[in-house]
T-cell receptor
């Protein structure tokens, strides 16, 4: 099992550019989430999904889009990158609600 | 508004010096409280889930407890390899994380 994989590991964008952060899991988990981690603020939930075709917003969804067409994949799209989106992004998956999450290694994004 | 506060922000211990990390929360309808460990440059790694006040979980040198307002992560006789950031998270309507406690254990 590879667990949760994220690509790319590092990315630099210019303001206004768009991109997609990839997340995949091979554990057949229904629940998947995207978080951002900023210094001194901990992890904040961006979007989450409780199964293929079902997504919902978390605490900080503005500027991000998600879709879930398969159980395995949960990409995060930045529509028009802003410097405030400079952060480390983590994807996580879980077998069920209110249960331990498995996190990916993270994507470090810098927006200039 | 749901809030999770961890203290202290940083803690330095000598090897073998036991201590506790605190996670206090104000949420409506706690459904679960989680502890994770995070090493530099890596994603968080699951440690414990607690579901109701009075519950306790143990794993090696770590013990997590839960009351109606806070949770403690007790570290008994820590070793240098226990150095990491420890994150607390609560699940109510959605998942909220605290900012973490950065633990350093000196040999």
């Amino acid at each position: 099992n590879a667990g949760v994989t994220q690509t790319p590991k590092f990315q630099v964008l210019k303001t206004g550019q768009s991109m997609t952060l990839q997340c995949a899991q091979d554990m057949n988990h229904e629940y998947m989430s995207w978080y951002r981690q900023d210094p001194g603020m901990g992890l904040r939930l961006i979007h989450y999904s409780v199964g293929a075709g079902i997504t919902d917003q978390g605490e900080v969804p503005n500027g991000y889009n998600v879709s879930r067409s398969t159980t395995e994949d949960f990409p995060l799209r930045l529509l028009s990158a802003a410097p405030s989106q400079t952060s480390v992004y983590f994807c996580a998956s879980s077998d069920r609600e209110i249960y331990e999450q498995y996190f990916g290694p993270g994507t470090r994004l810098t927006v200039t | 508004e749901d809030q999770v506060t961890q203290s202290p922000e940083a803690l330095r211990l000598q090897e073998g010096e036991s201590s506790s990390l605190n996670c206090s929360y104000t949420v409506s309808g706690l459904r679960g409280l989680f502890w994770y460990r995070q090493d530099p440059g890596k994603g968080p790694e699951f440690l414990f889930t607690l579901y109701s006040a009075g519950e306790e979980k143990e794993k090696e040198r770590l013990k997590a407890t839960l009351t109606k307002k806070e949770s403690f992560l007790h570290i008994t006789a820590p070793k240098p390899e226990d150095s990491a950031t420890y994150l607390c998270a609560v699940q109510a309507y959605d998942m909220r994380f605290g900012a973490g406690t950065r633990l350093t254990v000196k040999p």
